[in-house]
């Protein structure tokens, strides 16, 4: 739990305090309740990101959002071909850009994320050169690969796109949890 902290309740970069969520004695991060979200204490620019959750109920909202800014869901739709699915970047992309898979698993049972992402790229004078994108598996099954990123919309429009920003779990509902969270860092 060293590597994370509760998130700012005004400001979604910053960290406030300590992370309020359980460790079970398993090596398990489960969701506090009344305690949305959490952000790592590090920034990361290019990386692979692995880990596992597994939701405890539902309906639920969770999930995992790149630089605090690109969010993939994290959703019990199991069953469901109507509702949105699990893995989509739904505020940052196209709707035509959804994967229209649904690879999730039912509820209590652990899922897999694997993630690549490379953020926007930024000439000295601050103007952007490329855009972020992601190449991204649930469970195994290929949902975007090279998929382009932006613009960002809702809530995390106000924080405009950069190189390196944290990573942040969130939560919308049911609890959750997490295990074997880790991360490699890529040089592009």
Known sequence: MDAWAKRSDGNWLETDGPSPWKLLNVGIMEIA????????????????????????????????????????KILETYGSLTANPT?????????????????????????????EFHPAKFDPAG??????WVTEYLNGTLCYD???????????????????GPIMLQNH?????????????LHD
């Open 146 to 164: 090279h998929q382009k990123l932006g613009p960002l919309l809702l809530n995390a429009a106000r924080y405009g796109e950069a190189a390196t």
């Open 33 to 72: 309740p009344n305690f949305s979200y959490l952000n790592t204490r590090r920034s990361f620019a290019a990386y692979k990101l692995h880990l596992e959750f597994c939701t405890l109920g539902g309906p639920s909202n969770n999930g995992i959002y790149l630089q605090c800014r690109y969010e993939t």
């Open 87 to 115: 893995a989509q970047f739904s505020n940052c992309t196209d709707k035509s850009a959804n994967p229209g898979i649904r690879c999730a698993r039912p509820v209590y049972e652990w899922q897999t994320m694997d993630i």
């Open 127 to 132: 103007k952007k050169t490329a855009d972020a």
């Open 173 to 185: 509902g049911m609890p959750a949890q997490f295990r074997n969270i880790w991360l490699v860092e």
